[in-house]
């Protein structure tokens, strides 16, 4: 039997719709992978490719990017007129609840520079 999953979803996190998706084989190691600002999860196709037979993979659409809301102040993540921009802190945050919301203990996380 194929273990290989492609699954996409949203959860609203912290009032802001994150969009994510599954890639890989329930029971290998998670991998969760996170893209730099001014990208989205797609920016990993190529990788996912290459590892998706050894691990099962978590690709998710930050805050502001990508199939993930803008949240209730704004495109862009950036707050709207008067209001604060969105920080990395916020972004981690979100990440962290979405994690905490899927059940998921310790995983392996990769990324890239924001």
Do not use: N
């Amino acid at each position: 039997m194929d273990d290989q999953t492609e699954d996409r979803t949203e959860s609203v996190i912290r009032g802001v719709r994150l969009s994510y998706e599954w890639q890989g084989h329930v029971g290998k190691p998670i991998l969760v992978l996170t893209h730099s600002l001014v990208w989205d999860r797609e920016m990993f196709e190529d990788l996912v490719s290459r590892l998706v037979d050894s691990w099962h993979i978590l690709l998710i659409d930050l805050h502001g990017h990508g199939r993930s809301g803008h949240g209730p102040d704004g495109p862009e993540g950036q707050g709207g007129q008067g209001s604060p921009p969105l920080t990395l802190e916020q972004m981690a945050e979100d990440c962290a609840e979405l994690l905490k919301s899927l059940g998921l203990g310790a995983v392996h996380w990769a990324g890239l520079s924001m």
